[in-house]
């Protein structure tokens, strides 16, 4: 009969003990749950400022790209004009050069023309 109360014994022990660590497993739980859901807000927060910031890092390297391809479009613009200006002024300098030497040809031609007059000149006697 000892041995069954103390069988006995040890199962009301075992329960009791089993009960309080299910208790103690269960407050374990909520802790560890509440301590998840403080990690995964503190997280939730970092990731967002990082986010953040990473947006403003490429708003700004977008406008500085931005302001680059501006003055490279500046510049372009300006050797453009410059190109232009240089072509102009070489195609003035070649027609001006032209047209002189159109006008000697035209002033050689015309002294030929009066050099062939005086020697061919016909008295008046011989005109009729």
Do not use: P, W
Not at 1 to 21: I, W, Y
Not at 103 to 128: F, H, L, M, P, R
């Amino acid at each position: 009969m000892l041995k069954r109360h103390l069988l006995l014994a040890s199962l009301l022990a075992g329960t009791f003990a089993v009960t309080a660590c299910s208790q103690q497993t269960e407050e374990n739980a909520e802790v560890a749950v509440e301590s998840a859901g403080d990690d995964i807000a503190a997280n939730t927060d970092a990731a967002a400022t990082e986010a953040e910031m990473a947006a403003q890092e490429a708003g700004t390297e977008i406008a500085d790209g931005a302001e680059t391809a501006g003055a490279a479009a500046t510049n372009a613009l300006e050797n453009t004009g410059d190109a232009i200006a240089e072509g102009t002024n070489e195609v003035v300098e070649g027609t001006a050069s032209a047209v002189a030497d159109g006008a000697n040809a035209v002033a050689d031609g015309a002294s030929d023309v009066a050099a062939d007059a005086q020697a061919n000149q016909v008295s008046e006697d011989q005109q009729y």
